[in-house]
């Protein structure tokens, strides 16, 4: 996680909000579109992306965290952005794949290269499916633009559409931290997402979490999977 003014981007591009917020109307103008144009990229770039900050490809932290679901399980992106993570997870055999994005210009990147994919503009806030849909539901660099005053409907929406895992990769502090991106105020935060999870839902478990050292500095990111209890 970024100490101190944030200059490059903030991880694998994604974006969403809580509907209604500043930072919903951030993400969803001119801001937002920046972010996208700077930010769309095939699995290649992805996983090179990763490996120059943390050493290892994004193909290989996915496989430490998704190595015991199997390939027809069932995803949900929420704030998949132009659809890099839903292309890798294609990649890599999953095809049940689904997401949801908050920038309607993004959303329209991400259709024309995820054919066969469902997605719907939507906000963290208010996912537009039914309780329990999905196998696993994730988020990658999303919640740290969700101001921590909306962070527990964001993931209350998360725990409720998921029937057995929660997934995640977010910048990581051990208290909410801001940090300031791009020069702006109010659009990121960093803290223990997992330990967030965990205090809000009894229900879950931590199965695995690791933290990804950044190469050039002293950042931190931190993956998780939960679980919930039968």
């Known amino acids: 996680m970024?100490?101190?003014s944030l200059q490059r981007e903030s991880r694998d591009p994604s974006a969403v909000e809580v509907?209604?917020?500043?930072?919903?109307?951030?993400?969803?103008?001119?801001?937002?579109?920046?972010?996208?144009?700077?930010?769309?990229?095939?699995?290649?770039?992805?996983?090179?992306?990763?490996?120059?900050?943390?050493?290892?490809?994004?193909?290989q932290i996915n496989e430490i965290f998704l190595r015991d679901i199997p390939?027809?399980?069932?995803?949900?992106?929420?704030?998949?952005?132009?659809?890099n993570q839903l292309l890798l997870l294609r990649e890599m055999g999953y095809s049940q794949l689904s997401g949801v994005e908050?920038?309607?210009?993004a959303l329209e990147i991400a259709r024309s290269r995820l054919t066969g994919v469902s997605l719907l503009e939507a906000s963290a806030s208010d996912l537009p499916h039914a309780d329990a849909s999905f196998q696993v539901v994730f988020t990658s660099g999303v919640l740290i633009h969700i101001a921590p005053e909306n962070l527990s409907r964001a993931?209350?929406?998360?725990?409720?559409?998921?029937?057995?895992?929660?997934?995640?990769l977010e910048y990581y502090a051990p208290e909410a931290t801001e940090v300031n991106y791009r020069d702006h105020s109010r659009l990121l935060w960093k803290m223990d997402y997992a330990q967030r999870y965990l205090d809000l839902f009894p229900d879950l478990e931590l199965v695995r979490e690791k933290r990804f050292a950044y190469l050039d500095g002293p950042n931190i990111d931190a993956g998780f999977l939960l679980k919930k209890r039968r």
């Open 2 to 4: 970024k100490n101190g």
């Open 19 to 59: 509907a209604g917020t500043a930072q919903t109307e951030a993400w969803r103008g001119d801001f937002g579109r920046e972010y996208t144009d700077r930010n769309t990229m095939d699995v290649a770039a992805l996983d090179a992306l990763c490996h120059k900050r943390y050493g290892m490809s994004r193909t």
């Open 71 to 83: 390939k027809e399980a069932s995803f949900l992106e929420v704030g998949c952005n132009t659809g």
């Open 102 to 105: 908050l920038q309607p210009y």
């Open 155 to 168: 993931l209350g929406e998360i725990h409720r559409c998921s029937r057995t895992y929660i997934w995640g």
